[in-house]
């Protein structure tokens, strides 16, 4: 699959929330390609906390900023959804 695709899958995955492709976003954030691993970060944003984790903990860790950036900004997403369920 051309990286292109891959973006637009991550993008599908991401917006569904779905736990259901955890394994694809497990892979996808090994990725060699940083577009792909900082997609993938982000398209984390909806699932669970607890699923979301292993793959925003990596992000966090990623030598590119770009990446790093994604997985603060999905984990932001996190909070705030978390917190307006709390309400």
Same mark, same amino acid.
């Given at each position: 699959?051309?990286?292109?695709?891959?973006?637009?899958?991550?993008?599908?995955?991401?917006?569904?929330?779905?736990?259901?492709?955890?394994?694809?976003?497990?892979?996808?954030?090994? *990725? =060699?390609? !940083? %577009?792909?691993? /900082?997609?993938?970060?982000?398209?984390?944003?909806?699932?669970? #906390?607890?699923? &979301?984790?292993?793959?925003?903990?990596?992000?966090?860790?990623?030598? *590119? =900023?770009? !990446? %790093?950036?994604? /997985?603060?900004?999905?984990?932001?997403?996190?909070?705030?959804? #978390?917190?307006? &369920?709390?309400?």
């Amino acid at each position: 699959r051309s990286e292109p695709a891959q973006l637009v899958v991550l993008d599908a995955i991401g917006n569904s929330g779905s736990g259901e492709y955890y394994s694809y976003l497990k892979e996808q954030s090994e *990725s =060699a390609s !940083v %577009r792909v691993r /900082a997609k993938t970060a982000f398209a984390v944003r909806f699932l669970a #906390a607890e699923q &979301a984790r292993p793959i925003l903990e990596r992000a966090k860790a990623d030598p *590119s =900023a770009i !990446v %790093r950036k994604a /997985a603060l900004q999905s984990a932001s997403t996190q909070a705030e959804h #978390a917190n307006g &369920a709390a309400e």
